[in-house]
């Protein structure tokens, strides 16, 4: 059985099969980059909606062409981003996406076409096809 020492939340687990143990981060996460009001400096925190499955923003101000990540912890331990170069969000349409700690290449960020507020949203509760949303508002 496995216990959650930390409360209820959302937990990054590894499991390393041959040795029968495992390790779990507590994984709060955020958007931060130039495109953000913070910039690179701090993050504007996701909130968990147990309703939807996902975290969000209802809206965050995201400047054209400026890139963007998220990343948990306010750390770079566990990053969510593209799989290998920049990837330009369509408002309205989710992707696929992926966490660093998976098979991908280089340190691609995420932008939009159009300066304005937004509304996001992180869907990770399907381990096998985690999505990002931004919805233009």
């Keep these: 059985n496995i216990t959650f020492p930390l409360g209820a939340n959302t937990y990054y687990l590894k499991v390393d099969w041959a040795g029968n143990t495992y390790t779990m981060t507590k994984a709060n996460f955020g958007i931060l980059g130039?495109?953000?009001?913070t910039g690179w400096g701090a993050d504007t925190k996701l909130v968990y909606n147990p309703a939807t499955h996902k975290f969000e923003i209802p809206s965050i101000a995201l400047a054209a062409q400026k890139p963007f990540k998220f990343r948990a912890n306010d750390d770079w331990?566990?990053?969510?981003?593209?799989?290998?170069?920049?990837q330009t969000l369509v408002s309205g349409k989710a992707v696929q996406t992926y966490t660093n700690l998976e098979a991908i290449e280089g340190d691609a960020n995420y932008m939009v076409t159009e300066s304005g507020n937004y509304k996001i949203e992180l869907d990770l509760h399907n381990s096998a096809f985690y999505t990002i949303k931004v919805t233009k508002l």
Excluded at 34 to 37: H, K, Q, W
Excluded at 77 to 86: F, G, L, N, R, S
Aim: aromatic share 0%; proline share 14%; net charge neutral.
């Design 34 to 37: 130039e495109a953000t009001p």
């Design 77 to 86: 331990a566990i990053k969510i981003q593209p799989t290998k170069v920049d």
